[in-house]
């Protein structure tokens, strides 16, 4: 099984944008589906976007025209480009290897990492 080690996050101000990356110990290009969940205090983890081995992608309606998912299967990374950024965007997120694209189910975890966006 692979380990996902997270980078980037932050503190950020209403309309800004950060830039979250996820590095696999190992090659991703076997691996069908990459994603990104977030879960905010109180609340259920939520898939926001999901990427294919392909390059097909899947996005929450609340992120949709805001975020960004790429993967770089030469380098075993996927990232997730936040722009726009609003208050309800604040989260831990956590990337997140997934058996199919549209399924909401995931396999293995990154460690999380904070998103706060201030308004």
């Known amino acids: 099984q692979v380990q996902l080690v997270q980078s980037g996050g932050g503190l950020v101000q209403t309309g800004g944008s950060l830039r979250l990356s996820c590095v696999s110990s190992?090659?991703?290009?076997?691996?069908?589906?990459m994603g990104w969940y977030r879960q905010a205090p109180g609340k259920q983890r939520e898939l926001v976007a999901q990427?294919?081995?392909?390059?097909?992608?899947n996005y929450a309606n609340s992120v949709k025209g805001r975020f960004t998912i790429a993967r770089d299967n030469a380098n075993n990374t996927v990232s997730l480009q936040m722009n726009s950024l609003r208050p309800e965007d604040t989260a831990v997120y956590y990337c997140?290897?997934?058996?199919?694209?549209?399924?909401?189910?995931?396999?293995?975890w990154g460690q999380g990492t904070q998103v706060t966006v201030s308004s």
């Open positions: 997140a290897t997934q058996p199919l694209l549209g399924l909401n189910v995931a396999l293995s």
């Open positions: 190992g090659s991703i290009l076997s691996i069908n589906v």
């Open positions: 990427i294919s081995r392909s390059g097909s992608t």
